[in-house]
């Protein structure tokens, strides 16, 4: 006698789904921490013309 769960394969399903949150949640840190490396380089390239009596 099959059960529900076996006949609709959900336990494939959520593994599938688990796969999936899992990749996304991957993307998601990488993205936000490349984001943040270069958000952090803009802000210390800004400070690079700070010096008036270097300009012309």
Do not use: C, K, P
Not at 17 to 23: E, K, T
């Amino acid at each position: 006698m099959l059960y529900e769960a076996e006949f609709l394969g959900e336990n494939e399903i959520m593994a599938f789904f688990n796969s999936a949150v899992g990749v996304l949640q991957t993307l998601v840190v990488a993205l936000g921490a490349g984001l943040g490396v270069w958000g952090i380089i803009n802000l210390l390239e800004g400070y690079g013309n700070d010096n008036r009596a270097t300009r012309f």
